[in-house]
């Protein structure tokens, strides 16, 4: 060291190899100070060691000096070593980086987006860059083809998010491939294939766990960054499954490069034994429960099974990160603190789900539920502390107590509520509308058919019911401030309209409404079920026509069955009648005739005869069309916007929500009719699944 090293960089590798000596064997290096009497004429009497020695073994029973051959070489295997152990940290730190830049550019756009909204930014080049941005990146699908979508059934997945996840893949694929250096002659491995191996198998596990916070915090609801960046719920749940899917694929990288490395450096007899150490089995805990973690996730078992799959991933998240916490520590603690920023994040979650249910819920709350077999759906009805005003289109989480499985929750949008105030209590009644499907939903069927009442409609069975919801979550939008409101709806996502209108009813209620500039309201809902639609007007719509009988706004409904068009043209299927009666002013009113639909068009109040024309059925105050068939949304938008080019606001609120094709065909239409220069677009797409 003295010939070859400076007294700068003697002082550094000294205190380097002691630093090393207390992590790999617990001790300290004897003081430098033992060979201060040591002469050069004696070190130059010392055996020369040689690259050959080492690969000889050759034993020596003296002090010896490294020749200059053997020196470059320990100094080129220990540089590697470390350039490659800075390379893996910063190329994880890199992977950080991105999402926090991602998560930047949301926040400056949801920011620039609030004062545009709030009037206190009115540019018109701003104005066209949140235009060009909601055109081409934030709201168009992938696929741009409606026929080729319903053909592969391929998710409507914006176009921004799909380069955000390529862009990330992309990003992991390179940072995998590029920068690693071996050489023969290095000291630590006997081979150049080992040499790579273990690089390979190191960089793939550390960027496994600088991802695992960004997905673990990606995952949560109570995410500070969706208020940040305006974002709902999908979006970070969509990143959060591609970064699981990535992070699946590396641990897998990781653990057969690993494998490979010690079975092929150390051989059979070394390596077996390694299936013994606490943190080798460790490690291959952590990485089947990531691995399988990710396979249970996928969306056919989701929703098949959602109970057990919920239940398996969140084992498979607790395995994983124990089999860390035992794993880790072979390569320093630096990598163990991964793990607390993940316990963090959950714990957090955990916590904020408490106090809102804390919060909002009564503990002697009322809540009643009702099961209509016609309609094959239930209606929720939970009174919560007046603390906040609802929100429409939000969701909330609902709880069942007295289920078996009460640590579960299942989110349901809101559908409408009651403001109670009374010298004897205040409180607000939450309204959920759920279409019965399997799983929870099947089991409350359940429990309100077993304990239905003699004294209960046949068409219904209702009961009270130990709910409590854990809320409000969801985007806030605001459809009135646009001339027209035009709601695409499909099935159940009937209540984002009805929680919308609620909204309205109360500004009517209130005469705020002659703040907003909403002139008319279209709804156009696609419902299999007419029964679904007779529960839907009787419950929430039936109202309507007393609020805004005193109002000039506008309000229409194009109902499209779309269970008529799966019928024989010859059939005839009785339409859902009102049962409040037209006034002898709506006696003589004209046929409102919805836009195009998929299929043969014919309506009646009573029979459905084939080819006859839509003719309306509904009251004075509220147009109401059935139509046969599935909507052309792109025809419904197109009429509204040729409407609104006469008017004088010129402005247009789409607001959908439907299943996956009906939800990329809107995404479509507001592309298209963004287009238009003369009618401004503003456009909320409301989650139909989980």
């Given at each position: 060291?003295?010939?070859?090293?400076?007294?700068?960089?003697?002082?550094?590798?000294?205190d380097?190899?002691?630093?090393v000596?207390?992590?790999?064997?617990?001790?300290e290096?004897?003081?430098?100070?033992?060979?201060?009497?040591?002469?050069?004429?004696?070190?130059?009497?010392?055996?020369?060691?040689?690259?050959?020695?080492?690969?000889?073994?050759?034993?020596?029973?003296?002090?010896?000096?490294?020749?200059?051959?053997?020196?470059?070489?320990?100094?080129?295997?220990?540089?590697?070593?470390?350039?490659?152990?800075?390379?893996?940290?910063?190329?994880?730190?890199?992977?950080v980086?991105?999402?926090?830049?991602?998560?930047?550019?949301?926040?400056?756009?949801?920011?620039?987006?609030?004062?545009m909204?709030?009037?206190?930014?009115?540019?018109?080049t701003?104005?066209?860059?949140?235009?060009?941005i909601?055109?081409?990146?934030?709201?168009?699908?992938?696929?741009?083809?409606?026929?080729?979508?319903?053909?592969?059934?391929?998710?409507?997945?914006?176009?921004?998010?799909?380069?955000?996840?390529?862009?990330?893949?992309?990003?992991?694929?390179?940072?995998?491939?590029?920068?690693?250096?071996?050489?023969?002659?290095?000291?630590?491995?006997?081979?150049?294939?080992?040499?790579?191996?273990?690089?390979?198998?190191?960089?793939?596990?550390?960027?496994?766990?600088?991802?695992?916070?960004?997905?673990?915090?990606?995952?949560?609801?109570?995410?500070?960054?969706?208020?940040?960046?305006?974002?709902?719920?999908?979006?970070?749940?969509?990143?959060?499954?591609?970064?699981g899917?990535?992070?699946?694929?590396?641990?897998?990288?990781?653990?057969?490069?690993?494998?490979?490395?010690?079975?092929?450096?150390?051989?059979?007899?070394?390596?077996?034994?390694?299936?013994?150490?606490?943190?080798?089995?460790?490690?291959?805990?952590?990485?089947c429960?990531?691995?399988?973690?990710?396979?249970?996730?996928?969306?056919?078992?989701?929703?098949?099974?959602?109970?057990?799959?919920?239940?398996?991933?969140?084992?498979f998240?607790?395995?994983?990160?124990?089999?860390?916490?035992?794993?880790?520590?072979?390569?320093?603690?630096?990598?163990?603190?991964?793990?607390?920023?993940?316990?963090?994040?959950?714990?957090?979650?955990?916590?904020?789900?408490?106090?809102?249910?804390?919060?909002?819920?009564?503990?002697?709350?009322?809540?009643?539920?009702?099961?209509?077999?016609?309609?094959?759906?239930?209606?929720?009805?939970?009174?919560?502390?007046?603390?906040?005003?609802?929100?429409?289109?939000?969701?909330?989480?609902?709880?069942?107590w007295?289920?078996?499985?009460?640590?579960?929750?299942?989110?349901?949008?809101?559908?409408?509520?009651?403001?109670?105030?009374?010298?004897?209590?205040?409180?607000?009644?939450?309204?959920?509308?759920?279409?019965?499907?399997?799983?929870?939903?099947?089991?409350?069927?359940?429990?309100?058919?077993?304990?239905?009442?003699?004294?209960?409609?046949?068409?219904?069975?209702?009961?009270k019911?130990?709910?409590?919801?854990?809320?409000?979550?969801?985007?806030?939008?605001?459809?009135?401030?646009?001339?027209?409101?035009?709601?695409?709806?499909?099935?159940?996502?009937?209540?984002?309209?009805?929680?919308?209108?609620?909204?309205?009813?109360?500004l009517?209620q209130?005469?705020?409404?002659?703040?907003?500039?909403?002139?008319?309201?279209?709804?156009?809902?696609?419902?299999?079920?007419?029964?679904?639609y007779?529960?839907?007007?009787?419950?929430?719509?039936?109202?309507?026509?007393?609020?805004?009988?005193?109002?000039?706004?506008?309000?229409?409904?194009?109902?499209?069955?779309?269970?008529?068009?799966?019928?024989?043209?010859?059939?005839?299927?009785?339409?859902p009648?009102?049962?409040?009666?037209?006034?002898?002013?709506?006696?003589?009113?004209?046929?409102?005739?919805?836009?195009?639909?998929?299929?043969?068009?014919?309506?009646?109040?009573?029979?459905?005869p084939?080819?006859?024309?839509?003719?309306?059925?509904?009251?004075?105050?509220?147009?109401?069309?059935?139509?046969?068939?599935?909507?052309?949304?792109?025809?419904?938008?197109?009429?509204?916007?040729?409407?609104?080019?006469?008017?004088?606001?010129?402005?247009?609120?789409?607001?959908?929500?439907?299943?996956?094709?009906?939800?990329?065909?809107?995404?479509?239409?507001?592309?298209?009719?963004?287009?238009?220069?003369?009618?401004?677009?503003?456009?909320?797409?409301?989650p139909?699944?989980?």
């Open positions: 060291m003295r010939e070859y090293c400076s007294e700068n960089g003697l002082s550094e590798g000294w380097g190899l002691n630093q000596c207390e992590d790999d064997g617990g001790t290096l004897l003081p430098w100070s033992i060979i201060d009497n040591v002469t050069d004429a004696e070190v130059k009497s010392w055996p020369i060691l040689t690259y050959e020695d080492t690969l000889l073994g050759a034993e020596f029973n003296t002090s010896v000096s490294v020749d200059q051959g053997l020196f470059q070489i320990g100094y080129q295997t220990i540089f590697d070593w470390e350039n490659q152990r800075t390379k893996r940290h910063n190329y994880g730190y890199a992977l980086g991105f999402w926090g830049l991602i998560v930047l550019f949301g926040t400056m756009h949801n920011f620039i987006r609030y004062l909204n709030s009037s206190i930014l009115r540019s018109k701003m104005a066209r860059c949140q235009s060009f909601e055109r081409y990146f934030a709201v168009p699908p992938i696929l741009t083809m409606r026929k080729k979508n319903r053909i592969f059934s391929m998710p409507s997945t914006p176009r921004l998010q799909a380069i955000i996840i390529s862009i990330y893949f992309i990003i992991s694929i390179v940072l995998m491939c590029v920068d690693y250096h071996a050489f023969s002659e290095n000291l630590y491995f006997t081979k150049k294939s080992t040499q790579l191996w273990r690089y390979i198998g190191d960089r793939a596990g550390a960027l496994v766990i600088n991802n695992l916070p960004v997905m673990w915090l990606f995952a949560t609801r109570n995410n500070l960054l969706l208020w940040v960046t305006g974002w709902d719920f999908a979006t970070f749940n969509t990143f959060h499954r591609w970064i899917r990535a992070c699946a694929i590396e641990i897998f990288l990781h653990g057969m490069a690993v494998c490979i490395y010690q079975y092929k450096e150390l051989g059979t007899e070394y390596f077996l034994p390694l299936w013994k150490d606490v943190d080798w089995y460790m490690g291959v805990v952590a990485a429960s990531i691995i399988l973690m990710t396979l249970f996730a996928s969306a056919p078992i989701r929703k098949s099974v959602y109970d057990l799959f919920l239940i398996v991933h969140q084992s998240a607790v395995a994983c990160l124990v089999g860390l916490w035992y794993h880790l520590p072979v390569d320093g603690p630096d990598y163990v603190n991964f793990i607390w920023p993940c316990i963090a994040v959950w714990s957090f979650d955990r916590l904020v789900r408490i106090v809102r249910l804390l919060t909002w819920n009564k503990f002697a709350s009322y809540s009643s539920a009702e099961y209509n077999r016609d309609g094959n759906v239930i209606q929720l009805r939970t009174r919560v502390r007046r603390i906040a005003s609802p929100c429409p289109g939000s969701y909330y989480y609902v709880y069942g007295r289920s078996l499985k009460f640590w579960e929750s299942h989110p349901f949008t809101l559908s409408g509520w009651n403001t109670v105030k009374t010298a004897d209590e205040s409180y607000t009644e939450l309204i959920f509308l759920i279409s019965v499907q399997s799983g929870f939903t099947s089991s409350l069927r359940g429990q309100l058919l077993n304990h239905e009442s003699p004294e209960t409609d046949s068409s219904s069975a209702a009961r019911a130990c709910l409590s919801v854990e809320g409000p979550y969801g985007s806030n939008f605001c459809p009135w401030r646009s001339e027209t409101a035009l709601f695409v709806i499909g099935g159940a996502g009937i209540t984002v309209a009805t929680s919308f209108m609620q909204d309205l009813v109360d009517v209130s005469g705020m409404h002659i703040d907003q500039r909403i002139k008319r309201v279209k709804i156009v809902w696609a419902v299999k079920n007419p029964a679904f007779q529960f839907v007007y009787e419950r929430y719509m039936a109202a309507w026509e007393a609020v805004f009988a005193s109002t000039d706004i506008e309000l229409s409904l194009d109902v499209y069955l779309t269970m008529l068009s799966k019928m024989d043209s010859d059939d005839e299927m009785s339409l009648e009102h049962r409040n009666e037209p006034n002898e002013s709506t006696k003589n009113m004209d046929t409102v005739i919805s836009p195009s639909s998929s299929s043969n068009s014919h309506i009646t109040t009573e029979k459905v084939s080819g006859e024309a839509p003719t309306n059925a509904g009251t004075g105050i509220l147009k109401t069309t059935f139509v046969q068939g599935r909507p052309t949304i792109n025809d419904v938008v197109r009429s509204q916007i040729e409407t609104l080019r006469s008017s004088e606001e010129k402005q247009l609120a789409l607001v959908g929500c439907g299943p996956a094709t009906m939800a990329h065909d809107i995404r479509l239409s507001f592309v298209e009719s963004s287009n238009d220069a003369q009618v401004a677009v503003d456009f909320h797409l409301a139909f699944g989980w």
